[in-house]
């Protein structure tokens, strides 16, 4: 790629962890698209038995792997990526306005921060309500559905 060509880009990163019992067997989902809505990768991972809270955090380090990982540089040189999830919880730690007080959860924390320091871009975390984050929760019941 001609970088005098290249134009920074937006991410839009729709993610979504769940467990079937708590904890349970869990999997996560996510949804990468550039600015102008293209769909750069959908994805469903089975991730094994814990918890809710942690199967969300692991959708939002599965993404920021993938982002990582990816060759194209409009990936890598994002100018902002926004990530949305239906969990107040986790979008309120990452945006540090809710105490993180279980040690595996501050693990995950600290996992996140290390991936986000790997990117160029802000990274912003949104909260959206469950009906808005349909394609990641479609992804990660059907990684469920194939392993049980």
Known sequence: MNLQTYKPTN????CDGGARGNPGPAGVGFVVK??????LVEKGEYIGK?????AEYMAVIHTLEWIIHHPSSIIHNPSSINF?????LVVN????????KNAKLMELVIQVRGLENQIKGKIVYHHIPRE???E?????????????
């Open 50 to 54: 814990t918890t809710n809270n942690v």
């Open 11 to 14: 991410l839009y990163c729709f």
């Open 136 to 148: 990641a929760d479609r992804l990660l019941n059907k990684a469920l559905d194939r392993v049980l």
């Open 84 to 88: 949305y999830l239906d969990s107040k």
């Open 132 to 134: 808005k984050n349909k």
């Open 93 to 100: 730690q990452l945006n540090g306005l809710f105490k993180i």
């Open 34 to 39: 550039d600015s102008r809505g293209k769909v």
